[in-house]
């Protein structure tokens, strides 16, 4: 591990050096009229199947595929592939008028019956469609209005479905005619059409079928830079034109350059580590409790991160009002607590070696992490430094994405770190679902389950009042504070940064729309 530790740090000095080297140098480079290269944290897809793993999120960013509805910067609903939506007198029936204007990328028109099709093989395809709405009919007449019927009032139902790119709309005919969705995407109706893809690298056209208005190039590529500083220095270069999640590390370099504009939002993220209770060790509370204690999170985020993050606490942000400064952390840093909780948990330096142990064991917790967010080895670095101090031995182990997501399911880990958008639905109790939710959540592997908390997120969920869904809310994250479920680090600033040459870029809170038709040469 002292080998890992060395190489990012050299990595780290290398990238900073190389990188204002290549950007003297190259810094004025032009986009090309026709073609735009994005490079970073847009896509961690290994097929373009929606339905598989979480690579809808692809889809959208990459504009091939739109939902029923758009969230704005405020994150309410407002209309898309949908114009309009109601909600009937039985609170079960939601019609949508889909949007007559809209075609698909291959030439045919959006209608009810398409969006009916594509919205039962994304139920009939993938178990976590079930973990936001369940239906008990979906019908369509009249050629554009789509009606669903729900097995419980979800008062909600619009930012559902697009509250996650999983429900994106695709022509499924397309698929019966021999394409293969997984290599080469699906027929959506954005504004860019697959050309090639490989996890490495995408290439996309415009489609010359767009509803809404002027695509403004012609092909976009988009290679993926999964590491930070390789990153930075693509785009200093002129590799390519804009780059999404600069790391807090190169982040200055771009504020202080004429030649780039930053873009960047309080985001509805939350990086937090999971902690295996599973299986393995760390079902013992206390010893939980001494791993969130010895974290030192404001340091982390006013020195590691340079204040591009706000410290962390609870498993929601401070950027959606749910609570964050009425509750309260019960292991908030206190080296010295820490301590004396690995005593209660049964962990002393019996031989002096410097780490703790238990009936003659070390105590070493593997700790899984990825690149593609270039802070989350960073913190993974700061925790491993801060967990020696207490006689905690921290294994770093960097894997793919893909990896990341089979272990936390299963269960068969110590420690997960990942970077999470908490209230993509615009509102939060998915999430909590998501990661903590008890009977019938099969992507829960932390092994937390508590019956009062599977009630609170009931009543944040289905609620009338929107004050009792909100306390609801508040009531969920402070009972997991109090039995240290996760370690919740920080949340962050979410960022693009562009050449001055390109126009229409944007951040939005909920980071789907990344590449959209509104990018173009000014």
Do not use: H
């Not at 997984?182 to 056209?205: D, M, N």
């Not at 807090?248 to 202080?256: L, R, S, T």
């Not at 894997?399 to 939060?428: C, H």
């Amino acid at each position: 591990m002292k080998g890992l530790r060395k190489a990012l740090l050299i990595g780290m000095t290398l990238g900073m050096t190389v990188l204002g080297t290549v950007g003297c140098m190259n810094q004025n480079a032009a986009p090309s009229n026709d073609v735009l290269k994005v490079g970073g944290a847009i896509s961690f897809a290994g097929t373009l199947e929606p339905t598989e793993n979480y690579f809808s999120w692809a889809v959208v960013r990459f504009g091939v595929g739109e939902t029923l509805i758009k969230f704005d910067d405020q994150m309410k609903a407002t209309p898309w592939l949908a114009t309009s939506w109601k909600q009937g007198d039985d609170k079960l029936t939601w019609t949508f008028t889909i949007n007559d204007k809209v075609k698909f990328s291959n030439g045919k028109s959006l209608t009810a019956e398409a969006v009916k099709a594509s919205l039962e093989r994304t139920f009939a395809k993938s178990k976590r469609a079930k973990t936001f709405f369940n239906y008990t009919e979906i019908s369509a007449k009249g050629g554009q209005e789509l009606t669903i019927k729900t097995d419980k009032e979800y008062y909600n139902l619009p930012s559902l479905l697009g509250g996650d790119p999983l429900f994106l709309i695709m022509d499924v005919t397309a698929e019966a005619d021999g394409r293969d969705i997984a290599k080469e995407g699906p027929i959506g109706t954005g504004p860019y059409v697959v050309s090639s893809f490989t996890k490495e690298r995408a290439e996309l056209k415009r489609n010359d079928n767009y509803w809404d208005g002027k695509v403004g190039f012609a092909k976009v590529e988009i290679p993926s830079i999964n590491d930070a500083n390789t990153r930075a220095m693509a785009l200093q270069a002129g590799d390519v034109d804009m780059a999404v999640s600069i790391g807090p590390g190169e982040y200055g370099i771009f504020q202080n350059d004429k030649n780039f504009t930053v873009y960047e939002v309080a985001s509805l993220r939350d990086v937090f580590v999971r902690m295996g209770g599973q299986k393995g060790k760390l079902q013992n509370p206390d010893l939980r409790a001494a791993l969130i204690a010895a974290a030192d999170r404001e340091s982390y985020a006013k020195n590691l991160m340079k204040d591009t993050f706000v410290a962390g606490k609870a498993p929601l942000p401070p950027s959606i009002d749910y609570g964050f400064d009425q509750l309260r952390d019960p292991n908030k840093y206190n080296v010295e607590r820490a301590k004396e909780l690995l005593k209660r948990a049964g962990y002393q330096d019996t031989n002096g070696d410097g780490i703790v142990d238990k009936d003659g064991e070390n105590l070493v917790l593997d700790f899984y992490a990825y690149t593609s967010r270039p802070e989350l080895p960073l913190y993974a670095e700061a925790l491993q430094a801060d967990y020696k101090k207490i006689g905690v031995d921290l294994q770093i182990k960097i894997v793919d994405y893909a990896v990341i997501d089979t272990l936390s399911q299963s269960g068969d880990y110590d420690m997960i770190i990942s970077s999470v958008v908490t209230a993509n639905t615009g509102e939060p109790v998915w999430f909590l679902k998501q990661y903590w939710g008890g009977t019938g959540v099969e992507t829960n592997g932390s092994g937390f389950s508590d019956p009062r908390f599977d009630e609170l997120l009931v009543l944040g969920e289905s609620a009338n009042d929107p004050v009792a869904r909100r306390n609801a809310v508040i009531n969920a994250q402070q009972l997991m504070l109090d039995n240290a479920v996760a370690l919740f680090l920080g949340y962050p600033k979410v960022n693009i940064v562009g050449n001055k040459k390109i126009d229409g870029i944007k951040m939005t809170p909920s980071e789907y729309y990344i590449i959209t038709k509104d990018l173009k040469l000014k």
